[in-house]
């Protein structure tokens, strides 16, 4: 996507936003309460004064929305012309929607945000938008030329790009279709129990999206909600293979990887992982294993391109790993947040993880060891999505580089350029003052999640 930026007239940029070191210096003195949001009613764990993980109903969600026209055009700031290796390359704010989704493919960015538009960013300017009547927009994944995106109310919408004009998209459809509603809503036994004294059709999510992750190589579409299950969809005609009774709470999180295994996080503090199997024209997923069961909340997931490696993210702050060879063993945490885990993202040696503390980390693995490389900061509101693509004019130049795309309540999108061969020294120096390190294995690890050398600032977040 920024291959064609070197192009573009380059004045200089005065705000730049480089690794900051002095990662508590960049925040205001805002209590955890902010952006605090109480269990879920499924978990039945704490109170507070918010009901989701979200952050819907927090003082950022209580403001008011600009509602501006779908195709105003809102143009990137400019970019300095001599970029550190690791640094903010530009930043998209536009006060109509708090972003809660990203996708990136080939030189398009896709953002979802609460302001009912999904846009759409080419060379660094708004390309086109597209309108939903359903708000907020959790998810967006793409498979070709459709477009997947996940809502509050509980339905998925597929989107698809005009032959005739690449900046046209129309809605070709809901998941579950109409037909399929029909059809399955006159045998009584497609009715189950969603909630106490209700019911619902299997094949319909009764809660919000929260996730979308696709296997192309099978072309299947799993869709994770709030009501508690997975759901597994045929892309080819839109048909739900089939609904996984997940967890006991929302779940937050799904990753389905190309050998046949599923992961997902829940509010229920676990994290499993399913075995697929294809039965003729349906699939049937059976519990392999749960990683972990800790009283905080999993609220993101992250697999390795190879499998190698499985990432989660908490409510407390950590991100724990595990390592795969013939089997799944525990390999250990990452310490560098103060408030909740959010997003996590992997790309090649790299693993970004974004916060309720508006910060972004970034890890490089080195076998079992990971290294906290820099720490983001410049966003203004808690880090809800991440993207990452690969610097197409790096790679020319044999530099593994990354475009990082992140997405916050602050409204707004940032855009970075990270260098896996970059170490910010005085950032190192930092964490490891502060102990903000992987633990190793012979630091306890109690079985109900908590760690002998507390995180700080624990949240009490559940629903992501």
């Not at 032959?163 to 037909?179: C, E, V, Y």
């Not at 020294?425 to 002998?452: C, K, L, T, W």
Request: glycine share 8%; with cysteine.
């Amino acid at each position: 996507m920024f291959a064609e930026a070197d192009s573009i007239p380059r004045a200089k940029y005065a705000n730049m936003m480089h690794s900051d070191p002095n990662l508590s210096s960049t925040m205001t003195n805002q209590t955890e309460e902010e952006y605090g949001i109480r269990n879920s009613s499924a978990s039945a764990v704490g109170t507070g004064m918010y009901d989701r993980m979200s952050c819907e109903g927090s003082p950022m969600m209580m403001s008011p929305w600009n509602q501006a026209t779908p195709f105003t055009q809102t143009q990137w700031s400019s970019v300095e012309e001599n970029l550190p290796q690791n640094g903010l390359i530009g930043s998209l704010v536009r006060e109509e929607g708090h972003i809660y989704s990203l996708a990136a493919t080939k030189d398009l960015l896709y953002t979802g945000s609460d302001s009912k538009n999904i846009r759409v960013w080419k060379n660094l300017k708004e390309f086109s938008a597209f309108k939903c009547n359903s708000g907020l927009v959790k998810a967006i994944v793409i498979s070709g030329e459709k477009i997947f995106t996940g809502h509050q109310d509980g339905k998925i919408r597929v989107w698809k790009v005009s032959p005739k004009n690449q900046s046209l998209h129309k809605r070709s459809g809901t998941l579950p279709t109409l037909k399929d509603i029909f059809k399955a809503s006159l045998k009584p036994r497609n009715y189950v129990e969603v909630k106490k004294h209700r019911t619902a059709l299997w094949i319909k999510h009764a809660d919000a999206v929260s996730c979308l992750s696709l296997n192309d190589e099978q072309g299947l579409l799993y869709s994770a909600s709030w009501d508690r299950t997975i759901k597994v969809w045929r892309i080819a005609d839109s048909k739900c293979l089939e609904s996984i009774p997940a967890h006991d709470d929302a779940v937050n999180s799904v990753v389905s990887t190309t050998e046949a295994i599923v992961f997902s996080g829940s509010a229920d503090g676990t994290v499993k992982a399913w075995k697929r199997d294809n039965q003729g024209k349906y699939t049937k997923h059976t519990l392999l294993q749960t990683l972990t069961k800790q009283e905080s909340a999993v609220t993101a997931l992250a697999v390795s391109k190879n499998g190698a490696a499985v990432y989660f993210g908490s409510s407390d702050g950590l991100v724990n790993f595990w390592e795969r060879e013939k089997q799944l063993n525990y390999g250990g945490i990452l310490k560098g947040h103060k408030l909740a885990v959010l997003c996590l993202e992997v790309a090649g040696s790299l693993v970004f993880s974004g916060s309720a503390d508006k910060t972004i980390c970034v890890w490089k693995r080195d076998g079992n060891i990971h290294t906290c490389l820099s720490v983001l900061t410049g966003h203004t509101g808690p880090v809800k999505c991440l993207a990452v693509e690969a610097d197409r004019e790096a790679s020319e130049r044999r530099d593994k580089k990354w475009i990082v795309y992140s997405g916050s309540l602050d409204k707004s999108v940032k855009v970075w350029g990270v260098s896996e061969s970059f170490i910010d020294m005085n950032q190192m120096s930092m964490m490891q003052q502060q102990q903000q390190h992987v633990i190793s294995h012979s630091e306890p690890f109690m079985s109900d999640g908590s760690f002998s050398s507390s995180a700080g600032g624990a949240s009490s977040h559940r629903r992501h």
